[in-house]
């Protein structure tokens, strides 16, 4: 089953524009990444916020974190053509967390 | 410093044969993680090697299997292999737990026809 969920499923907007997507999970974590996936490619790891911290920034990218909610928020600004690609969350699981579990993830795109 | 690096690339294969799928870590990344990722069920994890023992296992049937050799290496192996099998496999390394965020490769596309 899946730990995450994110919400949207899908988002398009213009070139410019500020991009936010949602990710909940269901069970106690240690920490939460953000991955970006081009078209049917690898992943890459975005940013990781731990659990102790409440927001984190990386270049462009604006990730917060709120457990009480169990949620987190990926913020993406000044939105280019190549920030177009799908966007999952992940949790680390199992004992040692040696287990990622992702979100179904969102797609983004942007319109030029 | 090289990424992590997956062969074949492409795979076609048919209901009933076996595959193996190859995996190459980050040089000095002793942590090796599976994934399935299909359009139905998303991005779902297989298993995780670590110094050549699995340390962990996802909810896949025994057709699935895997192992790491002493250079980190890895391998998956799925046998009697079912249409439903097609999917993209993706093989992610870290230094030492998989909780620090992981490095993917590019992914083997395998189709089973």
């Known amino acids: 089953s899946q730990q995450g969920e994110e919400d949207p499923q899908a988002l398009s907007i213009q070139e410019g524009e500020n991009a936010t997507m949602n990710c909940s999970y269901k069970?106690?974590?240690?920490?939460l990444q953000w991955y970006r996936q081009n078209s049917g490619r690898g992943l890459v790891h975005l940013i990781l916020?731990?659990?102790?911290?409440r927001e984190k920034h990386s270049g462009r990218l604006r990730v917060t974190l709120d457990t009480s909610k169990k949620s987190s928020s990926l913020l993406i600004t000044a939105s280019r053509a190549a920030d177009t690609a799908s966007y999952f969350c992940?949790?680390?699981?199992?004992?040692?967390?040696?287990?990622?579990?992702f979100g179904q993830g969102t797609r983004l795109t942007i319109n030029p | 410093k090289a990424g992590v690096t997956q062969t074949p690339r492409y795979l076609i294969k048919t209901r009933g044969q076996q595959v193996t799928l190859s995996c190459s870590p980050i040089?000095?990344?002793?942590?090796v993680s599976w994934y399935q990722q299909t359009p139905g069920q998303g991005l779902q994890f297989l298993f995780e090697?670590?110094?050549?023992?699995?340390?962990n296992k996802g909810n896949f049937p025994g057709r699935f299997s895997g192992r790491q050799f002493s250079n980190s290496r890895s391998e998956m192996n799925v046998s009697t292999l079912e249409l439903g099998d097609s999917a993209l496999y993706l093989c992610?390394?870290?230094?030492?737990?998989?909780?620090?965020?992981?490095?993917f490769g590019p992914g083997t596309r395998l189709t089973v026809t």
């Open positions: 992610a390394s870290s230094f030492v737990a998989i909780g620090v965020g992981q490095y």
């Open positions: 069970t106690s974590i240690n920490n």
């Open positions: 916020i731990r659990s102790n911290e």
């Open positions: 992940a949790t680390p699981l199992g004992g040692g967390a040696q287990k990622l579990v």
């Open positions: 040089s000095g990344h002793r942590s």
């Open positions: 090697y670590f110094s050549e023992t699995q340390r």
